[in-house]
């Protein structure tokens, strides 16, 4: 099939940047999205141009670095589905498609459609460490995790940290990540030491980078390519309120 | 034996884009402000269920609401000042209404701020509807209709019965037939003030952490505003239509 391709071309994060139109003749159906981006870059290459950059590294959807706006949708029309699992089936000839790259504050554009998501490592960072002996391998079963929390905390620890949820957001706010991240640990016996302190320095840190607040929009949840949930943003606020109570 | 070992481009050192410096001025988070909203949103709520119930009595005759706005006024006397439980709980929606709306423009500031560059596509909207999207303006034109309708029915400056005739007369001439406009207007207000509740509602308790149930907890939350637009509606469309008269 033959498409026309409105990609974001921007030589740098101080460059001004604009939409570039490439058609792109003979793509298989068979061909992932990426793909199908690897034989543009490498037309581009031979015609002697810059060949798009964007993120990519496992390309089956687990390692969350492919991170594009798709018409519009974050990581495209298939749900629950990361950029690079995408399938040019669900294209047609003649299709036109606009990508660009997560629009966010907190998310800098380096080059075309590479973002910096650092300020997710940052949330990380400050959620800090959890109280668990490091030494030799817990016994089995010596720490009771009941199935419905374990499956609750693994559904939240799903979470690849792609950054669709910033992107899809109106608010441009990072609350689904944050709450994945607060909730995969909150849930769990190893995490209850610092359960209140982790929420709250994490949300801070949401703050402090830049990301809007949650309006509950659930427009987050509806392209995470994980589909993590809104009730762990219910449980982030639960926890961060409450620790705000102790504390002041 | 020393070995050495290229890895040439992929263990280079990567340009950091250096991050942006810390806020040194400590901000109150989004989260404590969003708690603020459902706690001011909930309050007026509260006030809405009342003020919908005491509207109704215009069905039970003009003594009967008229009786309801004097004892609103005389309620705990002499114990409380004339007038006093009443002012009290102005002064309590002033209050409520003042945080939600300066919660709702630091918000929304802090939110525009987040996206400086908007997306050249049009961006699908994959999740709430209308009730969500219209939040924000919609809660602007709620605003001024409370305004008008202040002016209209509390003080009597656009009322053409004035301030001294009584509530019940105010109510009718208010929405007399040949002010049909008004109540169009008075509609399209109070269906904006539903689908304010329609996401505000369950929206409230996800942002105190207590959303539980999603599809029940939505469908109350549309249920509820769906009874409170009715409640609201009956009454002036009753005297448009001279049912009550």
Same mark, same amino acid.
């Given at each position: 099939m033959n498409l026309t391709l409105k990609v974001w071309r921007q030589s740098g994060p101080d460059d001004e940047g604009r939409l570039v139109r490439y058609e792109i003749e003979d793509v298989s159906p068979d061909m992932s999205f990426l793909e199908m981006l690897d034989v543009l870059n490498e037309r581009l290459i031979l015609a002697g141009d810059d060949p798009v950059a964007f993120d990519h590294d496992c390309r089956e959807g687990i390692c969350g670095m492919c991170s594009m706006m798709i018409d519009g949708v974050a990581h495209g029309p298939q749900k629950n589905t990361t950029t690079c699992q995408l399938h040019m089936r669900h294209y047609k000839d003649g299709d036109t498609i606009v990508i660009e790259p997560w629009r966010a504050r907190p998310f %800098?554009? @380096?080059?075309?459609?590479?973002?910096?998501?650092?300020a997710f490592d940052r949330i990380i960072q400050a959620g800090g460490f959890i109280s668990? %002996?490091?030494g030799s391998a817990p016994d089995a079963h010596a720490m009771p995790v009941p199935k419905v929390d374990a499956d609750d905390a693994f559904d939240a620890a799903t979470?690849?940290?792609?950054?669709a949820c910033v992107a899809a957001c109106p608010n441009g706010s990072a609350s689904l990540f944050t709450a994945a991240k607060i909730t995969h640990l909150g849930l769990l016996p190893q995490g209850q030491p610092e359960r209140g302190s982790r929420a709250r320095a994490m949300v801070e840190q949401m703050d402090e980078e830049g990301f809007g607040g949650c309006t509950n929009t659930g427009e987050c949840t509806a392209v995470c390519p994980k589909g993590i949930p809104l009730d762990t943003i219910a449980r982030m606020n639960a926890d961060y309120l409450r620790a705000s109570r102790k504390s002041g | 034996m020393t070995a050495t070992i290229d890895r040439g481009k992929a263990t280079e050192p990567v340009t950091q884009i250096p991050s942006r410096p810390r806020r040194s001025r400590r901000r109150v988070s989004s989260n404590s402000l969003k708690a603020v909203m459902a706690v001011s949103g909930a309050v007026l709520v509260l006030f809405l269920v009342l003020h919908m119930a005491g509207n109704l009595k215009i069905f039970a005759g003009a003594e009967s609401f008229n009786g309801y706005a004097a004892w609103l006024r005389e309620v705990g006397y002499p114990l409380l000042p004339h007038r006093g439980l009443l002012t009290l709980l102005e002064a309590g929606l002033v209050v409520a209404i003042a945080a939600h709306m300066y919660s709702a423009i630091v918000l929304a500031r802090r939110a525009a701020n987040a996206r400086p560059v908007k997306y050249a596509a049009k961006v699908k909207s994959r999740a709430d509807g209308y009730a969500t999207r219209t939040m924000r303006w919609g809660g602007v034109i709620v605003f001024f209709f409370v305004i008008y309708h202040l002016l209209d029915? !509390?003080?009597? @400056?656009?009322? %053409?019965?004035?301030?001294?005739? !009584?509530p019940f007369d105010r109510m009718v001439a208010g929405f007399d037939p040949s002010r049909w406009y008004i109540t169009v207007f008075y509609v399209i207000s109070v269906v904006m003030v539903g689908l304010h509740l329609r996401h505000g509602l369950w929206s409230a308790l996800q942002t105190l952490g207590l959303a539980r149930r999603y599809p029940v907890l939505k469908a109350s939350a549309a249920g509820l505003s769906a009874l409170l637009t009715l409640g609201f509606l009956v009454v002036p469309l009753a005297i448009t239509f001279g049912v009550v008269r």
């Open positions: %800098p554009v @380096v080059k075309d459609l590479v973002v910096d998501r650092s668990v %002996p490091a979470c690849i940290g792609c950054g | 029915m !509390t003080f009597g @400056v656009a009322n %053409p019965e004035g301030h001294e005739a !009584t």
